[in-house]
């Protein structure tokens, strides 16, 4: 399952590491309680389910050919997810650090890049914005997907 509503169980996306496994990469976006200078309280993430599933299995078997000894898991939340909370989850195991690194940073690269997700945020005033992952300074941690739906 790559899209749940429930909280991400980062155990069970570690228990598919391989024996040959000596590098396992985790990434995990946390909801932040800030976006370009704007207080957030909680975020509601929105997805075209089957189609951000078979993009979250295609990403992770593009990764899969492009780093050939890597195995990657990926799971997104959905629904509304509040400050410090997991919305999104990566795992990365390869034989050797490097290519575990490379392989999380491609997949969570390409998951924002992709994946038909959208967020909005929502402020302590009561007003709320789509916010589009497009825009400079997103790809550096922000956890957004295609922009408005």
């Not at 999380?104 to 038909?116: F, G, L, Q």
């Not at 909005?120 to 916010?131: A, I, L, Q, R």
Request: proline fraction near 7%; charge should be negative; hydrophobic fraction near 40%.
């Amino acid at each position: 399952m790559h899209l749940t509503f429930n909280p991400i169980d980062v155990a069970a996306l570690l228990s598919d590491v391989r024996p040959s496994d000596g590098g396992v990469c985790l990434f995990l976006g946390v909801v932040r309680n800030e976006n370009e200078g704007l207080p957030t309280v909680a975020i509601q993430y929105e997805a075209y389910g089957p189609m951000a599933e078979s993009e979250m299995a295609r990403v992770a078997r593009q990764i899969e050919e492009d780093w050939p000894e890597a195995r990657v898991r990926i799971q997104h939340r959905a629904g509304r997810l509040e400050v410090g909370e997991v919305s999104v989850a990566v795992v990365a195991a390869a034989p050797h650090r490097r290519e575990a690194f490379e392989a999380c940073r491609a997949a969570i690269d390409r998951v924002k890049a992709c994946v038909p997700i959208w967020k909005k945020e929502f402020h302590p005033d009561g007003s709320s914005d789509w916010v589009d992952p497009t825009r400079s300074g997103l790809g550096d941690g922000g956890t957004g997907g295609l922009g408005e739906p």
